[in-house]
């Protein structure tokens, strides 16, 4: 068995060293600009990666020659410093935002020229020079005047779905103790919560990684509200558990959660993906704290019970959906999640797009 060590960045171009005449040469190949370039190297399975860049493209490409094959992940190996690997796991958080972003156009029969595709930004990274961004600019902020919520929920795991039903009961007994309760319909609704609260709610609740809901990223923004000097836009909160009002009797019957007895709704799963429940909240849900025609001042917290033998409707148009735990081995009510932001007065802009379009649209 032989050895080679070459270096690209003297050969200039790849094809200078051919090592695939000899199957048995191991080779270690140092390279700069060239490797930069998204050069692929068959077989390769230990990387050593230093080189950084200040933009998200550069780096996405600087990245492209990780291609390993299918199969063969747990003998790879790749070395690189924290800063890189940070900046390459939020680059992931990126482009599956970006790619939802794109399926939105599907779900919800819209066009670019409606919703322009939104960029989330990095307080370092660019995302490309400033003339690649052309009529790009920064947008609105994360979650101003925005809706996030629980679209994917961890339906195949069923201790992470006892969990948050527990914290979620936890959290409603302790509103109960501390505020007054106001029910309207089939809701339940407190408000003037502390967003000590909510934070400590959040911490607590087990959501699984999805662009439509970040709790972590969440937390912060609500952090930065409270530090800034102008802070009252997330202190005080309203929290809202979502329920069906039913005068009849019917086979989702009140399940107890917090002290409270709640009809849980009905969600159907999104085709074969074990996660996905589509769109969890309803119009009146959004606007259930607010008098008619009122504007929206402070955040509101929904909590929606999900009921464990969920079917879809009858005559539902959608042929892609299935019951809520279709072929999943074990069942359980679940607990999700939706959060309706003001529109902030305080916070810059950390979207990047087009100015044009889906301004006003909700991040759901």
Do not use: C
């Not at 390459?88 to 020229?113: G, M, S």
């Not at 069923?158 to 409603?172: A, H, P, Q, S």
């Not at 699984?208 to 912060?220: G, K, L, N, T």
């Not at 939706?338 to 305080?346: C, D, E, G, Q, T």
Request: avoid cysteine.
């Amino acid at each position: 068995m032989s050895h080679s060590l070459f270096n690209l960045s003297r050969w200039g171009i790849f094809d200078a060293y051919d090592y695939t005449k000899n199957p048995d040469i191991k080779v270690i190949a140092i390279g700069g600009n060239t490797l930069s370039r998204g050069l692929t190297l068959e077989g390769l399975m230990t990387s050593y990666f230093l080189r950084n860049s200040n933009t998200y493209d550069t780096l996405l490409q600087m990245g492209r020659w990780f291609g390993y094959r299918d199969g063969y992940e747990d003998l790879t190996r790749v070395y690189t410093t924290t800063k890189i690997a940070n900046h390459f796991e939020h680059l992931a958080k990126v482009e599956q935002e970006i790619r939802e972003e794109i399926k939105r156009y599907e779900d919800d029969e819209l066009t670019p020229a409606q919703v322009s595709v939104r960029i989330r930004a990095h307080q370092k990274l660019k995302v490309t020079s400033k003339p690649k961004l052309g009529a790009a600019r920064v947008i609105i902020p994360t979650f101003s005047d925005s809706l996030s919520q629980t679209t994917w929920l961890p339906l195949n795991d069923i201790n992470r779905l006892r969990t948050n039903l527990k914290v979620g009961g936890e959290f409603v007994a302790n509103l109960r103790k501390g505020y007054k309760l106001k029910k309207t319909k089939g809701d339940h609704l407190f408000v003037g919560v502390s967003h000590e609260s909510i934070i400590e709610f959040l911490n607590t609740y087990e959501s699984i990684p999805q662009p439509s809901f970040d709790a972590q990223y969440i937390i912060e923004y609500i952090n930065r509200h409270i530090v800034s000097v102008k802070g009252s836009e997330m202190k005080n909160w309203n929290v809202g558990i979502v329920g069906l009002n039913r005068s009849e009797p019917a086979e989702n019957l009140p399940i107890p959660f917090g002290g409270l007895k709640v009809i849980p709704s009905v969600r159907s799963r999104k085709g074969n993906d074990v996660m996905k429940v589509g769109v969890l909240t309803q119009p009146d849900d959004l606007i259930m704290d607010l008098s008619s025609g009122e504007q929206r001042n402070n955040p509101l917290l929904l909590l929606y019970l999900l009921w464990k033998e969920s079917q879809p409707k009858k005559n539902s148009k959608n042929a892609n959906l299935v019951p809520l735990f279709k072929d999943l081995p074990e069942k359980e009510d679940v607990l999700g999640v939706a959060i309706v932001f003001p529109k902030s007065r305080i916070l810059p802009n950390d979207y990047i797009a087009q100015p044009d379009g889906g301004k006003d649209y909700a991040l759901s």
